[in-house]
């Protein structure tokens, strides 16, 4: 056996987008049922994992892999994240709870769960 968080909990929501999202990046609620690509210091909904035209999908529950800031990197087990900026995520105390499972200090990525 080995080890896998593939599928866990897996779920997407449709939202409008606003402006151009990047798949792979934190994303906040903007409006009413609108999300836009995350800013620093923001508490963020869930990554966007594509986008079509005027709609995005985007993973509020599951595994993803995320970038982080390294002069705030998250911490392994339960950890507060909050947005960075430029599609990465960074510890915050008071951030949004998320499991992280584990960190490649090297490429600078983190596996979430959300």
Not at 34 to 46: R, Y
């Amino acid at each position: 056996m080995n080890i896998s968080f593939q599928g866990y909990m897996e779920n997407e929501a449709t939202f409008l987008a606003e402006g151009v999202l990047t798949a792979g990046h934190p994303v906040t609620v903007s409006g009413n049922g609108t999300v836009a690509e995350s800013k620093a210091g923001e508490l963020f909904a869930g990554v966007a994992a594509r986008q079509e035209g005027d709609y995005a999908a985007v993973q509020t529950h599951g595994v993803v892999t995320l970038g982080y800031d390294p002069e705030n990197a998250p911490t392994r087990g339960m950890c507060g994240l909050a947005a960075a900026g430029g599609g990465l995520v960074k510890k915050l105390d008071g951030g949004r709870m998320a499991l992280v499972v584990s960190l490649d200090e090297t490429a600078k990525t983190a596996g979430i769960i959300l």
